[in-house]
């Protein structure tokens, strides 16, 4: 049940009143155009009851869910994604890149690409359904920082690219090396050189073997043990002076 009360305001109030249910109108339609205004006595009503609340929610609601705020939102959600899948996808191209650890499994790759996908959606409040979108992407675009350090050739990369170099000359020079000694020396140290070649990645374990293969089969005495005892090394020494 209702009741209907008249009330007689002096001209001065009646205009102010008036004056700020126009200014509401016009706020509320600058920022949104298609925003439906409430009828004065609406207005009146809630002035006269103190209760501005529901009236104010229902003009923000409003402003949120439609006209070009909404349309705004409605392009965020959908384009964010959208826009971090074009950064990743063209890091490439414009000589960025996205590395991810070199020992994750593809499905390792993708559980932190979702987990990282929801959390960039969540902190700039998207969406959330485009999460497992965004994560294929992030997922697809990431490379094995080794691979990315080959292609932007870091010093890490320059580094070990030098030791895989030094490796093979080392091979090479030992195939036409005359000086024993010297020889057992220089398969020491091309032995140290493809372990940290292995190390920094930049040879496998079996190109590593195939390079020592290559060497012991083109200069099998310089992986036998070295002679110890004098008289064997003066007979070496004699049979090198005499072509024996």
């Known amino acids: 049940m209702t009741s209907e009360i008249t009330l007689a305001l002096p001209p001065d109030d009646a205009a102010r009143l008036r004056k700020e249910f126009d200014q509401f109108i016009g706020v509320s339609t600058g920022l949104d155009r298609e925003f439906l205004p409430p009828e004065f006595n609406d207005f009146l009503r809630a002035r006269l009851l103190q209760h501005d609340g529901p009236l104010t929610e229902r003009a923000v609601n409003r402003l949120l869910s439609g006209g ?14 959208n826009a971090l899948a074009a950064l990743m996808r063209d890091a490439q191209r414009f000589g960025f890149g996205l590395a991810v650890q070199p020992d994750w499994t593809a499905a390792q790759r993708l559980a932190h690409a979702r ?59 030992l195939q036409t090396e005359d000086n024993e000694a010297t020889g057992r020396a220089r398969v020491g140290e091309l032995r140290g050189m493809l372990g940290l070649a292995l190390e920094y990645g930049s040879v496998q374990p079996e190109e590593a073997a195939r390079v020592l293969e290559q060497v012991e089969r ?23 002076m005499f072509g024996g």
Request: hydrophobic share 45%; with cysteine.
């Open 68 to 81: 070009e705020y909404g349309w705004a939102r409605r392009v965020f959600d959908k384009q964010l994604p």
């Open 115 to 173: 987990e990282w996908a929801a959390k960039v959606l969540t902190e700039c409040g998207a969406d959330d359904g485009f999460t497992e979108a965004l994560a294929t992407q992030v997922a697809a675009s990431a490379e094995d920082v080794r691979a990315l350090e080959a292609r932007m050739r870091t010093p890490a990369w320059r580094l070990a690219e030098s030791l895989r170099q030094r490796a093979y000359d080392l091979m090479y020079a």
């Open 218 to 240: 083109s200069r099998p005495a310089l992986f036998r043990d070295a002679p110890d005892d004098v008289f064997a090394r003066l007979a070496a020494w004699l049979r090198r």
